[in-house]
């Protein structure tokens, strides 16, 4: 007889990085609030969560941080203020981000990496399967990847990670993965993972991207594994153990995404995140490419 597997109802964000490469910007401010057309980025991240049936979700915070909390909880001063005024329309999309989820945090306290900040999460999750969705990484809500990978995880056990096809140069930049193909399209059994490999000695050019789905036993495996590249505790180190021996917490499987992605971490992509977004969007949309052809056109 088959046991149905736990369902997964809580998400991780881990949320404790200084964001030095927006600096000054986030010297007082954390990078996840900066907006990203009119909401700040960790609002789409949560959302994301939310939309894959997630409800449950811890973010790992750091000091300076408080914004975030403050952010998914209510302001009574401000609500009341618009409710005065009579914008309705405002007041709700102030509510939407005290409504969308439960909320939980935890200060990481000493950043020793993605792997300890994961690590932080083990007395929330317990021995439940979880995902983990980082904050720099959007991904566009009409391509539901985390959806996908829970799926995935349901059906196979273990753990899944989200991969993407880059440029071999670019694969010292990302976690790296061996893979071997299985029956499903799009979906790969990882066999070994490495942190910013040499582009010569990448194991392929599939980079794991910010979204994972994680079986608990990556906990026992993190609290025995020791600094690697950076002198931090790395996730990809603790993947590549569970990989290698699946009796550990069952295989690791790869989402292989060919869907819009926008990583907020960087400069450059983050503006071109805002302008795609803005674009799109139908109140802002339409007045916003009309200015964005006439500058292309007649000022540049």
């Known amino acids: 007889m088959t046991h149905a597997r736990p369902r997964i109802s809580k998400a991780v964000i881990p949320a404790a990085g200084l ?29 994301e969560a939310v939309l894959a ?13 408080r914004p975030l909390e403050d952010h998914f909880d209510r302001n009574y001063e401000l609500e009341e203020a618009l409710r005065r005024k009579g914008d309705d329309s405002r007041l709700a999309r102030v509510q939407e981000s005290s409504d969308l989820a439960t ?19 083990a007395p929330h999750v317990g021995n439940e399967p979880f995902a983990v969705l980082l904050g720099d990484d959007l991904i566009d809500v009409r391509d539901p990847l985390l959806s996908h990978m829970v799926a995935i995880q349901r059906k196979h056990g273990g753990s899944v990670i989200a991969l993407m096809e880059v440029d071999r140069a670019q694969t010292g930049m990302y976690g790296c993965a061996a893979v071997k193909p299985t029956d499903a399209e799009g979906v790969v059994q990882v066999t070994g993972l490495v942190e910013k490999p040499d582009p010569a000695e990448a194991p392929s ?9 994680l079986d608990p036993a990556v906990f026992d495996v993190l609290r025995e594994t020791p600094p690697g590249r950076g002198g931090e505790i790395q996730l990809t180190d603790a993947l590549q153990a569970l990989a290698a021996e699946p009796g550990l917490g069952g295989p690791v499987h790869g989402v292989i995404f060919k869907g819009r992605r926008y990583d907020t971490g960087d400069r450059g992509d983050y503006l071109r995140a805002i302008v795609r977004l803005a674009c799109e969007r139908e109140d802002l949309g339409p007045d916003f490419r009309a200015w964005l052809r006439r500058y292309v056109t007649e000022e540049m």
């Open 205 to 213: 050019n599939y980079a794991v991207i910010g979204r994972y789905v």
């Open 53 to 65: 049936g997630l409800s449950d979700v811890l973010m790992i915070t750091g000091r300076n941080k």
């Open 103 to 121: 909320m939980h945090y935890v200060r990481q306290g000493d950043p020793r990496g993605l792997g300890h900040a994961v690590l932080c999460a």
């Open 19 to 47: 964001g030095t490469r927006f600096l000054p910007a986030t010297k007082a401010t954390p990078k996840e609030m900066l907006p990203v057309v009119d909401k700040p980025a960790i609002q789409y991240v949560v959302e």
